[in-house]
């Protein structure tokens, strides 16, 4: 069984004192660091990135750092872009133009990225950004990001020079399972401080509630919409982020298995599927269609945790968000959806941002890896079950434990406005 436990992760009083401090921030404008132990003066990264072009993943954090929380050129995270390797500088025109008016050092290898050029490795962390650009798709669906290469040759860099720097990966760690293992033993061989994931788990939520650590959940159901493999993962990881609090979690899941068509819907009139549940979350999002039942294109993520706690995340054509619903023991359910807002510059990046600052600044993950690794490995072993016509697939290789920690979402959007004068 995977096991990291909370001694590698922020202890909770340092969480709590981080989601206290960046809420209040949060009334006048994007948070600070406020915790006493974490200095103001910026960490030097760099990023290793597909491609920079407006909206792409890479300026929604790299122009973060460079720009403001904002990109307005006011106030952003206590991090300083030292470097920058672009796998395909074609289509980041964008990104080199706002890279050379900060007059940041662009290399054509990732070790002189991580080096900046030099012999040692002068930074404090690394900023990995495999999403977007032209790649190969498989017969799964799964676009093949070069994240596994992304990080070999990071740390390579690592042990050729002698010294290892925290690394966060954007979404998941790998779309390929065998890769993302790979890559998580790896950062525990090397003793990689590491984090990985989706923004969407520290976004703006449109009924928000919250869940206690050992929180008796019945059921719980998630919705996602869009491509499979692009946005089922950002599905599965606010749907971990929540059921990850029940009691006795997190020790991984057992089985997975993709249902399409008719079956769908009969796994909810037999019961595998809690109705109810279903319904409150379709009710709380943003869809085309008055009746959930309604949309013939619907997919479900059927899966079974070690505990015997039902797994299930709807891929629903019908749904135009990402939203979750929990049914805690002799309460109704309970439902909220996660906001994307465009402008400015899709704002729930700046809190995973002030994640990724925060290890940056402390050394050591602010919220647990594991948990992209199981929704890395759930994804891809029901896109697996998906391609093989609905396969039921065991999955021993998926046990994996670990420890929940808390860390703030975005307030409420109104509260981010700037003050009216």
Known sequence: MLDRRESDQFSRRDCLRLSLGAALAGLSGWPTIVADDIPAKPKSVAAVITVYFRNSHADVLLTKILEGWQHDGGPGPALKLASIYIDQPEGSEFGLEILKKHGIPIFDSIEKAVTVGGETISVDGVLSIGEHGNY?????????????????????????????????????ISTVWEDAKWMYDRS?????????????????????????LGSEIESAVGIGYSGLDIYGFHALETYQAFVERRKNAEHGVKWVRCLEGKVVWQAVDDGWV??????????????????????EGAVLFQFE??????????????????????????????????????EPRYPHFAYLLKGIETMIHAGK?????????????????ALH?????????????????????????????????????
């Open 385 to 421: 079950s998906k391609f093989e016509n609905g396969r039921k697939l065991d999955t021993p290789e998926l046990t994996i434990a670990y420890t929940p920690v808390a860390w703030p979402h975005a307030p409420h959007p109104d509260l981010l406005a700037p003050p009216k004068k």
């Open 274 to 295: 809690a109705a109810d549940v279903m319904d409150a979350v379709y009710d709380v999002i943003p869809k085309s269609k008055a009746n959930i039942r309604e949309d």
């Open 136 to 172: 190969p798709v498989n017969d799964l669906g799964q676009q093949l990001y070069p994240r596994k290469r992304f990080f070999q040759e990071i740390t390579d860099t690592f042990q050729k020079y002698d010294r290892v720097v925290p690394v966060f990966n954007d979404k998941h």
């Open 305 to 342: 945790y070690t505990d015997g706690f039902r797994g299930a995340q709807f891929m629903l054509p019908s749904a135009g968000q990402t939203g979750v619903a929990v049914k805690l023991k002799g309460q109704k359910p309970v439902a909220t959806g996660f906001e994307e807002r465009p």
């Open 365 to 381: 993950p602010t919220y647990p890896v594991e948990r992209t690794l199981l929704t890395s490995g759930i994804l891809d072993r």
């Open 188 to 212: 525990i061989e090397m003793k990689v401080p590491f984090m990985a994931g989706s923004s969407l788990p520290v976004a703006y939520r449109s009924h928000p509630f919250e869940l206690p």
